[in-house]
T-cell receptor
Framework: DTAVSQTPKYLVTQMGNDKSIKCEQNLGHDTMYWYKQDSKKFLKIMFSYNNKELIINETVPNRFSPKSPDKAHLNLHINSLELGDSAVYFC???????????FGPGTRLTVL | DQQVKQNSPSLSVQEGRISILNCDYTNSMFDYFLWYKKYPAEGPTFLISISSIKDKNEDGRFTVFLNKSAKHLSLHIVPSQPGDSAVYFCAASATGANSKLTFGKGITLSVRP
């Protein structure tokens, strides 16, 4: 049974388009995260939600908007996609704000 | 500004020998450290962690050592197995209401049969 799932796994799109990545966790965790792994392989936190409330918002462009309809879901919507948005995006969850995080399989976004 | 550094990009070890993966950090506020393992096309998987009140934590073949004065930690895998071949990320966090994990760049471990 998948603990943290993301859809789609691959996403290829044109510059200027708007796209969404969905994330769901069935672990009963209160905190969910979005990370970006760029071409230099660094995993960087983008957002964190605790009980549907935004608690971390790193310096991410306004084109990125997370949405948490409930504790088990944290979706990422990206407007006006740019070439530099090409990366692998990972969703994660944890029981508390500090502790072991469980990661999804990642979504490879390619902007052409 | 890299607060968590994994300076060696890769390590190759013979099966059965010890693998030692190193990690350095610069932020003295970090008090919780984790190691994650990642296979291609998969998300990182938690491996082992250590709190700053300890200097060693062991779980089966995996042991993490923490040297706070040197701001250095290391992951020992013994004996190494071919299935251990993966990318290993070191991560750190500081206690606080909005703690976040800061990751290193990762080390690619190859265990030769």
């Amino acid at each position: 049974d998948t603990a943290v799932s993301q859809t789609p796994k691959y996403l290829v799109t044109q510059m200027g388009n708007d796209k969404s990545i969905k994330c769901e966790q069935n672990l009963g965790h209160d905190t969910m995260y979005w990370y970006k792994q760029d071409s230099k392989k660094f995993l960087k936190i983008m957002f964190s939600y605790n009980n549907k409330e935004l608690i971390i918002n790193e310096t991410v462009p306004n084109r990125f908007s997370p949405k948490s309809p409930d504790k088990a879901h944290l979706n990422l919507h990206i407007n006006s996609l740019e070439l530099g948005d090409s990366a692998v995006y990972f969703c994660a969850s944890s029981r508390w704000t500090q502790g072991e995080q469980f990661f999804g399989p990642g979504t490879r976004l390619t902007v052409l | 500004d890299q607060q968590v550094k994994q300076n060696s990009p890769s390590l190759s070890v013979q099966e059965g020998r010890i693998s030692i993966l190193n990690c350095d950090y610069t932020n003295s506020m970090f008090d919780y450290f984790l190691w994650y393992k990642k296979y291609p096309a998969e998300g990182p998987t938690f491996l082992i962690s250590i709190s700053s009140i300890k200097d060693k934590n062991e779980d089966g073949r995996f042991t993490v050592f923490l040297n706070k004065s040197a701001k250095h930690l290391s992951l020992h895998i013994v004996p190494s197995q071919p299935g251990d071949s993966a990318v290993y990320f070191c991560a750190a966090s500081a206690t606080g209401a909005n703690s976040k994990l800061t990751f290193g760049k990762g080390i690619t471990l190859s265990v030769r049969p």
